[in-house]
């Protein structure tokens, strides 16, 4: 294997001279059309119960906020009050008092009484205790206030838990948490025993199904918007309303796929290839093979080597035969008539048959990988077999059981589910590849939900406008730049300058430690400098306007030489109107791809639109399309080439690509071979790159944007808190748009003790009232809030791909209304699920206390800013057209065992 040690600084090899020169910088652009996201349950209106212990919760917070304001100068003048009284008074109350107070800790009653004159003598000290005072009073109220508020919110709680559709979705995460909902939905009065204990998670899905709009199942349903007229619009609206899309889990299918073709009665009747293009040097040829391993879950593994042999002339005289698939057999006839041979000559034959052993010629799919029915096709493909007749009729009637999950009722699910996955784990076991004991639980299948009557928010002029301000700013604090650009002083430091790769896997491993690789150049430096340091007002950084609409005009030549494309997932506050930024990444139509065999038709169309018009003029584009397993990757084609393994399924197989160095714009490049057409290969599925082979690695990352991290623009206030430190981040705003929320970064420390303080204290029917306005002050933390797990460390061990299997393991976002006497009273529990700490950040738009029942909407909004193309640049592709760089070679490292036809 090659070494894949980060390059030195030093040792880069620098862009050609003389640099490009830049066009005028090119405007980016805002989509006509949005993907919507709406929770299909509206979150209920506000009880009046509910809004009157909110109002109390709220008062006692803001004399408890008040109290803390008055502390710090308080201490300071019971230090000065010292001439007023004797030495034996200092000492026995003064003292003491100021100590609690500078600790934070209630002073014990029994000091309180021997004040004497000293709150006529020291103003704030009065003040102080007035606010004592009216915190006590508050508290009293709560004791009467709370229980009806409880028992309007579990009533709340109740209906949502009797909603058909939050049935059907929480059916699909577990059976257990299905019964704790009939029994909360069933419920009356204050739950006890066993209830009592499920409280907290039914709550925490209620939230999710009325607060959180990621896709799953019923929870949320996904709709479209555009400029359209008025008959496209009124035709949705008449539509049917929502509607489930279930498709079996393709991690499943692709492993009884794999099974079926362990049999060489079926797999040798199937077209062949090469495992993949061959890499040849030194009179040795090296290829990628992969394995397939499956381990339950919703994705697979792929175990990746490579192999290297003899590059003897049979060998490359076959993988040409194979660039037009065939079967085993036929190969081999045909590769002995190539050598002159008869077409049963058995040294041929042995040839073949060894490269199938080695696994290096393989078999195609026997459907096409993105089939909508796959079972359905399999079930058609083995019929050719009379022995596999009954295989078939079970794969048939598995596909029936599939669909029929859309009409079966929440209360049914799961027995349908148990069954499925039990008719999977047969179906394995009999075709040879049993499920693992080890195996992750068994996903048997996924579900989501349309809905041609979607909200419409609309975006104004305004927002379209400040998003394509945005876009600039996304790409100076864009990770997917930095990657590039190490990928290509990779590429250029093996290669050369102009350089080409004809087998691009090759490159695989080096385009996937560069996202490691990357260092911020200086120019990039300097343009985030100048937005460093801005002053934070009342917790809010709001970004100099103009600096921020004339960067994209200063950005380099390297960053805007290529089109870019991102998706903005959008939320706003009807309280003040605010724009709300969720997530930033990448875009070219990849986060509404999943979706567009569900929607109307023409939005699959409008997005095909948008992708050509986005790439530019006379680009030469192409998707690639894998799997993975993961069901989210399933998508139509939307451009005219698609790159792929089998070219049964796709016109464009790697051995039709090289990757190049285009020095024109000094940019990494895809190739066609035939044509030396420079591609733009867009990947448009959800699965994270890192879960892919790495082999793909140059297909995936030809357009990498979409890792866009603000934080570095955030200043960063250490507030003292029990058991440590909490990092405090700022709002940060440009315009009308908010880029990042507040943010308290709470470390282990800090939430044990938060979670100690939330146990000691008993409140009005076990609401920490108390406790949580004393904290919300401390903090100054907003009343509503979505708690995360906390960051993840970089120590330095595992993949990224293990970083993300992390991420997706640790507990997701979740509101938190500390305005709700029902949360407070789950609070503590819901905290355990951090042991590592947690961040708390401020919920924006509102998640509660609305006098109507509201849905929550999301917009996924796409900006587009066209490539900022140069006149050497065009020139110089253009003649390069004509004369192409010399391939450059690299010498292989490792071997296995070689053969060839046997004379």
């Given at each position: 294997m090659p070494n894949r040690t980060a390059l030195p600084r030093d040792a880069r090899v620098p862009s050609p001279s003389p640099s490009p020169v830049n066009?005028?910088?090119?405007?980016?652009?805002?989509?006509r059309h949005a993907l919507v996201r709406s929770t299909v349950l509206a979150r209920p209106a506000q009880s009046a119960d509910s809004a009157a212990a909110r109002a109390l919760l709220g008062g006692l917070t803001a004399a408890e906020a008040a109290a803390?304001?008055?502390?710090?100068?308080?201490?300071?003048?019971?230090?000065?009050?010292?001439?007023?009284?004797?030495?034996?008074?200092?000492?026995?109350?003064?003292?003491?008092?100021?100590?609690?107070l500078h600790n934070g800790r209630p002073p014990r009653a029994a000091l309180l009484d021997r004040l004497g004159d000293l709150p006529r003598r020291v103003p704030r000290l009065a003040e102080w205790l007035e606010l004592r005072r009216l915190r006590a009073r508050l508290l009293a109220a709560l004791a009467d206030a709370v229980p009806p508020a409880l028992a309007a919110e579990r009533a709340s709680l109740a209906g949502i838990c009797r909603e058909p559709a939050f049935t059907r979705a929480v059916a699909l995460t577990s059976a257990d948490l299905l019964r704790a909902v009939a029994h909360t939905a069933g419920a009356t009065g204050e739950p006890r025993g066993r209830a009592r204990k499920e409280e907290a998670a039914v709550l925490r899905h209620a939230l999710r199904a009325t607060a959180k709009t990621s896709p799953l199942s019923w929870f949320t349903a996904v709709g479209w918007t555009s400029d359209v007229t008025a008959e496209d619009a009124e035709a949705e609206e008449a539509a049917d309303g929502p509607r489930a899309v279930v498709r079996e889990n393709r991690a499943l299918v692709a492993a009884l796929v794999q099974a079926l073709l362990d049999d060489p009665r079926r797999s040798r009747t199937l077209p062949h290839r090469m495992t993949s293009a061959a890499r040849v040097a030194d009179g040795r040829a090296r290829y990628a093979r992969a394995e397939v391993v499956f381990a339950g879950g919703r994705y697979l593994v792929t175990r990746e080597e490579e192999v290297e042999l003899a590059a003897r002339p049979e060998l490359a005289l076959l993988a040409s035969l194979a660039a037009t698939p065939d079967r085993p057999d036929r190969l081999a006839a045909r590769l002995a008539e190539a050598l002159g041979r008869p077409g049963d000559d058995p040294a041929a034959h042995r040839f073949v048959g060894r490269l199938l052993t080695a696994r290096l010629l393989v078999p195609a799919e026997p459907v096409d990988p993105q089939d909508?029915?796959?079972?359905?096709?399999?079930?058609?493909?083995?019929?050719?077999?009379?022995?596999?007749?009954?295989?078939?009729?079970?794969?048939?009637?598995?596909?029936?059981?599939?669909?029929?999950?859309?009409?079966?009722?929440g209360e049914h699910r799961p027995a349908l589910l148990a069954s499925l996955a039990d008719h999977w784990r047969r179906l394995l076991a009999d075709a040879g590849r049993p499920v693992p004991d080890e195996a992750a639980p068994l996903s048997v299948l996924s579900e989501d939900v349309h809905t041609p009557a979607a909200p419409r928010p609309r975006l104004s002029a305004a927002d379209r406008t400040v998003l394509a301000e945005l876009t600039a700013l996304a790409e100076l604090f864009e990770h997917g730049h930095l990657m590039r650009r190490a990928a290509r002083d990779r590429f250029v430091a093996r290669y050369g300058v102009g350089g080409v790769c004809d087998a691009p896997w090759d490159f695989g491993?080096?385009?996937?430690?560069?996202?490691?690789?990357?260092?911020?150049?200086?120019?990039?430096?300097?343009?985030?400098?100048?937005?460093?340091?801005?002053?934070?007002?009342?917790?809010?950084?709001?970004l100099p306007a103009e600096r921020v609409r004339a960067l994209a005009a200063r950005l380099p030549h390297w960053t805007a030489a290529r089109p870019l494309s991102?998706?903005?997932?959008?939320?706003?506050?009807?309280?003040?109107?605010?724009?709300?930024?969720?997530?930033?990444?990448?875009?070219?139509?990849?986060?509404?791809?999943?979706?567009?065999?569900?929607?109307?038709?023409?939005?699959?169309?409008?997005?095909?639109?948008?992708?050509r018009s986005g790439l530019g003029a006379g680009a030469r584009a192409a998707q690639v399309r894998p799997v993975g397993g993961f069901n989210a990757n399933l998508h139509p084609r939307l451009l005219a080439d698609e790159i792929g393994p089998d070219r049964r399924w796709t016109s464009l197989a790697e051995a039709d690509l090289d990757l190049v160095h285009d020095p024109a714009d000094d940019q990494l490049r895809l190739r066609l071979r035939g044509t030396g057409e420079l591609l733009d290969v867009l990947y448009l599925g959800f699965l994270a790159p890192v879960m892919l082979p790495r082999r793909l690695g140059p297909l995936l990352a030809d357009h990498p944007n979409g890792v866009v991290d603000f934080r570095p623009l955030l200043p960063r206030t250490t507030l003292a808190a029990p058991g440590g430190s909490v990092l405090r981040t700022p709002r940060l705003r440009h315009r009308h748009v908010v880029l990042a929320r507040r943010r308290w970064q709470l470390p282990a420390g800090v939430l044990d003790a938060l979670r100690a303080e939330l146990a000691a204290d008993p409140g009005p029917d076990g609401v920490p009232a108390a406790t949580v306005a004393r904290w919300r002050a401390r903090l100054g933390l907003p009343e509503q809030l979505f708690l995360h797990p906390a960051p993840a460390t970089a120590n330095g061990a595992g993949t990224p791909a293990d970083a993300f299997v992390a991420h997706?393991?640790?507990?997701?976002?979740q509101p938190v209304d500390l305005g709700n006497p029902l949360h407070l009273r789950h609070l503590a529990k819901w905290l355990?699920?951090?042991?590592?700490?947690?961040?708390?950040e401020e919920a924006l738009p509102g998640i509660a206390g609305q006098r109507e029942p509201t849905r929550a909407v999301e917009l996924v909004v796409e900006t587009y800013r066209p490539g900022r193309d140069s006149a050497a640049g065009a020139a110089a592709r253009d003649s390069a057209r004509t004369a192409r760089p010399a391939r450059a070679v690299r010498t292989a490292r490792t071997a296995v065992a070689e053969e060839a036809p046997d004379e």
């Open positions: 066009a005028p910088a090119p405007a980016a652009y805002t989509a803390e304001v008055l502390r710090p100068a308080l201490c300071d003048d019971l230090y000065a009050s010292r001439a007023g009284h004797d030495e034996e008074f200092h000492r026995r109350v003064v003292l003491p008092l100021r100590r609690d909508r029915r796959p079972l359905r096709s399999l079930a058609d493909w083995l019929r050719q077999w009379p022995e596999d007749a009954a295989l078939a009729e079970r794969l048939d009637r598995l596909d029936l059981a599939t669909g029929s999950l859309v009409a079966t009722p491993a080096d385009a996937a430690d560069a996202w490691a690789d990357t260092g911020l150049p200086d120019e990039l430096a300097l343009l985030r400098q100048e937005f460093a340091h801005l002053p934070e007002l009342d917790g809010e950084l709001v991102y998706s903005w997932f959008l939320q706003r506050d009807p309280v003040d109107g605010l724009v709300c930024v969720n997530h930033v990444y990448g875009g070219w139509g990849r986060f509404t791809s999943r979706f567009l065999d569900g929607l109307p038709p023409r939005a699959a169309a409008e997005v095909a639109r948008q992708l997706l393991r640790a507990p997701k976002p355990t699920r951090h042991p590592r700490g947690a961040v708390l």
